[in-house]
């Protein structure tokens, strides 16, 4: 039994290096905490795939360490090191030959699962990932949706209970308005499992919007930057990662603001929008562009709690502390994040 304040993933200066000199990682050092959406990012060649596969051994570095849980993952055998990771990729992989249900119990059937708890467990992630198990169950791949076949995929990854869920650029294959959907659902989903995440992705606006910690690469595999949105987005370390998050940064920033209710305005007036307490000010701002001249903020059981006009909102994020909370997992993807107690049973 490790600590409870171990990273779930620990890279210790890893390197990955081609036979023709071609260098794709360069002595790569982070941490994943437990319960954690790490998002790796940055252009392509900048090794985010490359380091993915390192972790369950798709590919094996050339040097440094990768730690699971403590252990390092070279001492593991592969085939039960991938066992013990869930693992999504853009498209999705599924058996077309095999149902729905079957997919998604693929690894419990390897390690031996009875066919009433795998099928109980089927049941609960298709419906955790919004799939009918009665509806879509016995379907086949190709009568589903690109979306439909990414959620079956999610599912499928997280049927054992994984300690870590790798996912390798899982919803860009999908149309706009499905893959915001997703998005949507999967934050919903870590809310409720807490399970250990890296993310890989080439679009800044979804790392902001999904990491709890962003890890920002360049080509050849260099870390520019690993820190919270907020930190990245309004004290961004280098020139590189100012770029690359863009111009607008600032106003990403109010996506990951949340609202300060100590410096709400009071009026005693009709308005018309309302947010509840949690929301952040780039809802605020969507709301006040959309019209409103003001916003009201609720506390759960309904009172009103104040107001923002567009001042109040520019003062807010002007004043608002950088780091929101400052610590490893305590970003917007992980804001009331109970963790599911792990099935004795389950591998690892």
């Known amino acids: 039994m490790h600590g409870t304040d171990e990273p779930m993933i620990r890279l210790e200066g890893v390197s990955k290096t081609y036979d023709d000199g071609t260098t794709a990682v360069h002595e790569l050092s982070l941490d994943v905490c437990r319960g954690e959406l790490c998002v790796l990012v940055g252009p392509s060649g900048c090794g985010k795939t490359t380091t993915m596969?390192?972790?369950?051994?798709?590919?094996?570095?050339?040097?440094?360490?990768?730690?699971?849980?403590?252990?390092?993952?070279?001492?593991?055998?592969?085939v039960q090191l991938r066992r013990r990771i869930g693992y999504v990729i853009q498209q999705v992989g599924l058996f077309p030959h095999q149902t729905v249900r079957a997919n998604v119990a693929t690894v419990p059937t390897l390690l031996g699962w009875d066919r009433k708890r795998?099928?109980?467990?089927?049941?609960?992630?298709?419906?955790?990932?919004g799939l009918d198990p009665s509806t879509y169950g016995d379907r086949y791949p190709s009568q589903l949706s690109g979306g439909q076949r990414q959620r079956v995929g999610v599912a499928r990854a997280l049927a054992a209970d994984p300690l870590v869920l790798l996912m390798d650029e899982p919803f860009s294959a999908v149309d706009p308005v499905a893959r915001d959907r997703l998005q949507t659902e999967f934050l919903r989903l870590q809310r409720d499992l807490g399970t250990t995440v890296v993310f890989v992705t080439h679009d800044v606006d979804e790392a902001v919007r999904l990491g709890d910690r962003i890890a920002i690469l360049r080509e050849g595999g260099h870390l520019e930057q690993y820190a919270d949105p907020?930190?990245?987005?309004?004290?961004?370390?280098?020139?590189?990662?100012?770029?690359f998050v863009g111009a607008d940064r600032a106003v990403k920033r109010l996506s990951v603001t949340r609202i300060d209710v100590n410096g709400l305005e009071q009026y005693?007036?009709?308005?018309?929008?309302?947010?509840?307490?949690?929301?952040?000010?780039?809802?605020?701002?969507?709301?006040?562009?959309?019209?409103?001249?003001?916003?009201?903020?609720?506390?759960?059981?309904?009172?009103?709690?104040?107001?923002?006009?567009?001042?109040?909102?520019?003062a807010q994020a002007r004043t608002s502390p950088v780091?929101?909370?400052?610590?490893p997992g305590s970003g917007p993807a992980a804001a009331a994040r109970p963790r599911r107690a792990r099935d004795p049973s389950a591998p690892g």
């Open 53 to 78: 596969k390192m972790i369950n051994r798709l590919i094996d570095p050339s040097g440094g360490r990768v730690l699971l849980d403590g252990d390092d993952v070279s001492s593991i055998d592969p």
């Open 118 to 129: 795998a099928r109980a467990r089927v049941a609960e992630l298709l419906d955790l990932v």
């Open 230 to 243: 907020a930190t990245l987005l309004g004290e961004p370390a280098t020139p590189f990662v100012a770029d």
């Open 268 to 314: 005693d007036g009709d308005v018309a929008a309302s947010l509840p307490a949690e929301a952040d000010l780039g809802q605020v701002l969507a709301l006040l562009l959309g019209g409103d001249d003001r916003v009201e903020v609720r506390a759960d059981d309904g009172r009103r709690l104040g107001t923002l006009t567009l001042p109040g909102l520019l």
């Open 323 to 327: 780091r929101p909370g400052g610590t």
